[in-house]
């Protein structure tokens, strides 16, 4: 047995995810949406999950999840994508980005002002600062001295912790650059978003270590994450629609529902006869369709003789073979 084979089997593979703040929340949330029994005591930095795949949940600040990855201590982890971007060396590749988007933890890292400068844009902040430095208070210095050395801005970097918000007011510094989501703080704080200062956009992303997913389970419990949150992702997008129809045959309403656009489904209807008392020609058919595209969905199926629609969720929307999968191989094997 190899000794990576035994290493993996005297303990669980990890998973480490954020262990504060609406990060934490948010992915939990969504580990429980795909379906993981998620098990925590308290305020323990040790969890699990329990079916339908089996792993260890490590809870840790962001950071340190990206340096436990990158250092292979963790195999697998969740976080905002800005700190992959932030902490990982550009030149080295021991950390691969698996699921570059789950669709939580949304944020754009950017430049802000205060509401009182005449400037509204990047090309006015650059003249601004033509007389002397701009001093930048950020919590993401690698990220903002790449934009900013772009932009041909002169500029200081001014180390920040905790509500950075504040910095300009206090005089600190003279902007900052920080995560925004909704812009409501920046607002609150007196300050503006600029035009052409967005550095990035962000969101939470999978990320393994490049060596642990050479291992046999570490790559089994991989690939179950990525089907799980694709099927979920996939899933949220689309509702089942179920409705009785009265017809001749199963294949004359099938063509019906094929001359309606709206109600293409995802490879086309399920048609099923429905035995009645009265016993007439009666099928089920069930299709599933777009969220967004329901009420022409439901206008055609009554169009067409459709009656008693009934609407339900989906959980999950299984590929044959997930792409991110594919492109997981792909580029262990390239690299």
């Known amino acids: 047995m ?3 084979e035994f290493y993996y089997k005297s303990r669980q593979v990890r998973l480490a995810i954020p262990s504060k703040g609406r990060m934490e929340k948010e992915t939990q949330d969504f580990l429980k949406e795909c379906g993981f029994n998620v098990q925590r005591n308290n305020r323990q930095y040790i969890g699990s999950i329990n079916g339908p795949i089996d792993l260890q949940l490590v809870y840790q600040r962001q950071v340190d999840i990206v ?3 990158l250092n292979g201590s963790i195999e697998l982890g ?4 800005d700190l992959v971007r932030e902490y990982l060396p550009d030149t080295k590749k021991d950390v691969v980005v698996v699921h570059d988007a789950l669709g939580f933890g949304k944020c754009s890292l950017e430049i802000a002002v205060p509401e009182d400068w005449l400037e509204y844009s990047i090309e006015e902040i650059k003249q601004k600062g033509k007389n002397s430095h701009i001093r930048v208070a950020t919590k993401f210095p690698k990220l903002t001295k790449q934009f900013l050395t772009s932009c041909g801005i002169s500029y200081e970097i001014v180390s920040g912790n ?5 910095y300009p007011e206090l005089g600190y510094s003279e902007i900052i650059v920080d995560l925004v989501s909704t812009g409501k703080t920046l607002k609150d704080n007196r300050l503006k978003r600029i035009s052409g200062g967005k550095i990035m956009t962000s969101e939470a992303v999978l990320i393994g270590n490049r060596t642990a997913l050479g291992n ?3 790559m089994k419990v991989t690939r179950g994450l990525i089907e799980y949150f694709e099927a979920t992702l996939r899933a949220k997008r689309f509702v089942s629609v179920f409705v009785n129809m ?3 045959n199963g294949k004359d309403i099938a063509e019906s529902i094929f001359s309606k656009k709206s109600l293409e489904g995802l490879d086309g209807p399920t048609v099923s006869s429905v035995y009645t008392k009265k016993g007439e020609k009666m099928y089920a058919i ?3 369709v777009e969220k967004e595209k329901l009420q022409d969905a439901i206008k055609g199926l009554r169009e067409i003789g459709g009656s008693g629609v ?3 969720p989906t959980l999950y929307i299984f590929e044959e073979e997930p792409k991110r999968y594919k492109n997981l191989l792909k580029n262990l094997e390239e690299n």
């Open 162 to 166: 905790g509500s950075l918000e504040v």
């Open 310 to 312: 009934v609407v339900a």
């Open 216 to 218: 046999e389970a570490v």
């Open 246 to 248: 009265r017809g001749e």
């Open 286 to 288: 069930h299709i599933i």
């Open 78 to 81: 969740i976080v905002g994508y």
């Open 2 to 4: 190899k000794e990576e």
């Open 67 to 69: 340096r436990g990855v």
